[in-house]
T-cell receptor, first 109, second 116 residues
């Protein structure tokens, strides 16, 4: 079963613009993580936000978490061509880490 | 630091044949995961090992899939016999240990399986 649901499923933006993708989940979690997957490759961990945190930054990434709404958002600022990839949220409820279906991000030149 | 190694990179078989995938996790990582990723979907956990013991295999189709992690290091995932719907990328991941909180996973590049 997949707990996280990303929105939108696909997103195309111009290089330099900001990209925002959202994740909703169903049960209580210890933390929520975001991963990136380039075509034909494995997933790469981007950022982890704990359940008692509301916002976290890492370089051009900003993640928010609203546990009351069971949702998270990932913002990528000043997008680059290299950001073209699929992005997955993953929820950790303590027993296992479950991934959503992902958002496919395409950066247009 | 060496990453998670997987082989083979690609595999094409006919239905009803058997296939095996190999994974070598990052040195010192106690937890190893096998995920199945069907095209256009997110990874689905098949089995999770803590050292050489199985922690979760609730979504592993045990009538055809098997996995082992001998000596708590390398792991092998086997499918026998394969079905058309097994066509997917099989990803191996490892982490320091599930008894810790706030673990992050390190993934290999995956094995792309095509069942004809």
């Amino acid at each position: 079963s997949q707990q996280g649901e990303e929105d939108p499923q696909a997103l195309s933006i111009q290089e330099g613009e900001n990209a925002t993708m959202n994740c909703s989940y169903k049960t209580s979690i210890n933390n929520l993580q975001w991963y990136r997957q380039n075509s034909g490759r494995g997933l790469v961990h981007l950022i982890l936000i704990r359940s008692n945190e509301r916002e976290k930054h890492s370089g051009r990434l900003r993640v928010t978490l609203d546990t009351s709404k069971k949702s998270s958002s990932l913002l990528i600022t000043a997008s680059r061509a290299a950001d073209t990839a699929s992005y997955f949220c993953a929820t950790d409820a303590g027993d296992k880490i479950i991934f959503g279906k992902g958002t496919r991000l395409h950066i247009l030149p | 630091e060496a990453g998670v190694a997987q082989s083979p990179r690609y595999k094409i078989i006919e239905k009803r044949q058997s296939v095996a995938f190999w994974c070598n996790p990052i040195s010192g990582h106690a937890t190893l995961y096998w995920y199945q990723q069907i095209l256009g979907q997110g990874p689905k956990l098949l089995i999770q090992f803590q050292n050489n013991g199985v922690v979760d295999d609730s979504q592993l189709p045990k009538d055809r899939f098997s996995a082992e992690r001998l000596k708590g290091v390398d792991s092998t995932l086997k499918i026998q016999p394969a079905k058309l719907e097994d066509s997917a990328v099989y990803l191996c991941a490892s982490s320091l240990g599930r008894r810790r909180t706030n673990e992050k996973l390190f993934f290999g590049s995956g094995t792309q399986l095509s069942v004809l």
